[in-house]
């Protein structure tokens, strides 16, 4: 009797070339996916706790002029063109940032000043993230005596918060805030309290 060949039809089957190509690219773009919108969700969640706290120490100052018949001073104020305080302690280097080529500061005076006189009981930092908007630099909020838009005060000169929110043409969120400047992907805020 003959024997009978026995053919193996088992294989491996391999992926070719192109194959992987399209395994990669389609694994790149689910990471760039997922990255673009972790990156959304940061910027979003940074932005809604910077405005809490501005909304905080803007109450606070509001409560504080109530009470007292008049806004708290920045340490400082009256002599210098520019004269800002940092809202809150706690920020790295105890500086907030760099507004009108001016380095800003913190003081613990002035958040004690402010707490006993509004009747508040807060001194957080506003937020921890940097941002630069054109020649400025920001990390959290500042309050006092800036110069501004001459629509905004006829002296070009006003008592105010500065901060800044992540993301060009940022809404400032607080009635009577508005946005002076957006570059660098941010957008830089101001409230007037009133003309110095």
């Known amino acids: 009797m003959g024997k009978l060949l026995h ?5 491996t089957h391999a992926f070719t070339i192109v194959e992987l190509v399209v395994v990669i690219v389609i694994i790149a773009i689910l990471a760039t996916l997922t990255l673009v919108s972790y ?15 501005v909304k905080q120490y803007y109450n606070a100052i509001k ?4 009470k007292n018949g008049r806004y708290p001073a920045a340490p400082g104020e009256g002599g210098a063109q520019v004269t800002m305080v940092c809202l809150g302690t706690g920020y790295p280097s105890g500086k907030c940032g760099i507004i009108t080529g001016t380095t800003v500061k913190e003081s613990a005076a002035f958040m004690t000043d402010l707490q006993n006189g509004s009747g508040t009981n807060i001194a957080d930092i506003v937020n921890d993230q940097y941002g630069v908007v ?4 920001f990390i959290g909020a500042a309050y006092g005596i800036d110069t501004t838009d001459t629509s905004h005060s006829p002296t070009g000169r006003a008592r105010m ?22 570059s660098n992907g941010n957008t830089a805020c101001e409230l007037d309290f009133e003309p110095f």
């Open 161 to 182: 918060i500065e901060w800044y929110l992540a993301g060009k043409n940022q809404d400032c969120q607080i009635p009577q805030s508005w946005a002076y400047n957006s």
């Open 39 to 53: 990156n959304s969700v940061r910027v979003r969640s940074n932005n809604t706790r910077t405005m809490a706290n």
């Open 7 to 11: 053919r193996d039809t088992s294989y």
């Open 134 to 137: 054109s020649s400025e630099s």
């Open 63 to 66: 409560l504080y002029n109530i």
